[in-house]
């Protein structure tokens, strides 16, 4: 069974860049790795998916080695207001979310 | 950008009540999920729904819980007769791909007294 980890919580301050480690064991191999982001009484937002090598947006970076057992998101200057929770949901016919990342922004 | 919309945002009931939630997903999207969170606890998955029907359920969606598409816009989760551990955000999410970013909604904040 599809299962993720990451760091419960990491803190940051204004400017910095962010970068946020998931491991994905037993990731199937037609699986695409996402990541989402979540405020407080908000729906999990999508941010970024990819399924190998190196992904980006306007919001952030997913790298992902050869392996695929691993991603990271990589938020660059980071501000207050990207203090929320992230998720690197195992995926399959759903997706299953974890306990996710806290990351708290400080200025 | 394209939204998914809940109705309604809070809604409190009394124990044994019967809740229908409601949900209008993204046009196009083929794929329906309902998700809820407990406060302080991690979003969990209720079910998912294609082709007019049930893809999979978790242990959660038991007889209590029942799910309709009955038109061609609106998701509905309904909760036959509540209880007080059903208060939670009840979540849901369309995609056009079962493997693709699903688009979450805002959420519905049920609570049970």
């Known amino acids: 069974l599809a299962k993720t980890t990451q760091p419960i919580s990491m803190d940051s301050y204004e400017g910095q860049e962010v970068n946020i480690t998931c491991s994905h064991n037993n990731i199937a191999t037609n699986d695409y790795i996402t990541w989402y982001q979540q405020f407080p009484s908000q729906g999990p937002r999508f941010i970024i998916q990819g399924y190998k090598t190196k992904v980006t947006n306007e919001v952030a970076s997913l790298f992902i080695p050869a392996d695929r057992k691993s991603s990271t998101l990589s938020l660059p200057r980071v501000s207050l207001s990207d203090t929320a929770v992230y998720y690197c949901p195992s995926e399959g016919n759903k997706l299953v979310f974890g306990a996710g990342t806290i990351l708290r922004v400080k200025s | 950008e394209p939204e998914v919309t809940q109705t309604p945002s809070h809604q409190v009931t009394q124990m044994g009540q019967e809740v229908i939630l409601r949900c209008v997903p993204i046009?196009?999207?083929?794929?329906f999920y309902w998700y809820r969170q407990i406060l302080g606890q991690k979003v969990e998955f209720l079910v998912s729904f294609y082709n007019n029907e049930i893809s999979e359920k978790s242990e959660i969606f038991d007889d209590q819980f029942s799910v309709e598409r009955p038109d061609g816009s609106n998701f509905t989760l309904k909760i036959r007769s509540t209880k007080l551990e059903d208060s939670a955000m009840y979540f849901c999410a369309s995609s056009d791909s079962n493997n693709y970013g699903y688009t979450f909604g805002s959420g519905t904040r049920l609570t049970v007294v």
């Open positions: 046009s196009n999207h083929l794929y």
